[in-house]
């Protein structure tokens, strides 16, 4: 059965001290592992795309990265407004279109 | 651009009363999903449609229906609600292609309540 599961679950920081969200997944064929970000009250917004191993993409302070079983969303210098809550999904089977969700990780940012 | 829209935004239902969430997508896209999202539990997979005339269950299809007649529009129904439906639900659509793949445009989300 294809599971996302996301960690931790809570993240409080002060502005400007950098750390790492896990997600690390099980999945038949994956087709793509996707990071959103969530702001209270709001549907959520897409981020990055990763489709292989090794890849990487970045954004703003954000940097998202793939290995066969996880990925990673570093948080650089984090500022007050990154806080949200940051979801990841999978997809399994190209023409599937099925995207599977984690749990998500919510991040307080204090200045 | 008015992007998805979701009616009703907020719902009060008594139990085993019935009624639908409209969705409707102005981007032409073919992909669409119904989520559910409760506390702690993330985003759920509750039904969603690969173009019109064609639906497919997610991972918490029970109890909910679904039809896309149209490209543009979504409809999840509740026949006979439960208190266990009490949620916040967002749509959500995607395109086959031209773009990031995975990359899904949701709505504002509504949020049901069943006595």
């Known amino acids: 059965e294809d599971q996302v599961t996301q960690s931790p679950e809570a993240l409080r920081l002060q502005e400007g001290e950098s750390s790492s969200l896990n997600c690390s997944y099980t999945v038949s064929g994956l087709r793509g592992l996707f990071w959103y970000r969530q702001d209270p009250g709001k549907g959520p917004e897409f981020l990055f795309t990763?489709?292989?191993a090794g890849e990487e993409k970045e954004k703003e302070r954000l940097k998202a990265t793939l290995t066969k079983k996880e990925s990673f969303l570093h948080i650089t210098a984090p500022k007050p407004e990154d806080s949200a809550t940051y979801l990841c999904?999978?997809?399994?089977?190209?023409?599937?279109?099925?995207?599977?969700f984690g749990q998500g990780t919510t991040l307080q940012v204090k200045p | 651009n008015a992007g998805v829209t979701q009616t009703p935004k907020f719902r009060v239902l008594k139990t085993g009363q019935s009624m639908t969430l409209l969705c409707a997508q102005d981007?032409?896209?073919?992909?669409m999903y119904w989520y559910r999202q409760d506390p702690g539990m993330g985003l759920r997979l509750i039904h969603y449609?690969?173009?019109?005339?064609?639906?497919a269950k997610g991972e918490v299809p029970d109890g909910y229906n679904v039809s896309r007649l149209k490209k543009q529009n979504f409809l999840l129904g509740l026949e006979s609600a439960a208190p266990s439906q009490t949620s916040v639900y967002f749509c959500a659509s995607g395109r086959l292609a031209g773009g990031p793949a995975g990359e899904l445009f949701f709505g504002e989300g509504s949020r049901l309540t069943v006595l």
């Open positions: 449609s690969v173009g019109e005339g064609t639906t």
């Open positions: 981007m032409n896209h073919e992909y």
């Open positions: 999904a999978v997809r399994a089977g190209v023409l599937s279109g099925k995207l599977i």
């Open positions: 990763l489709y292989s």
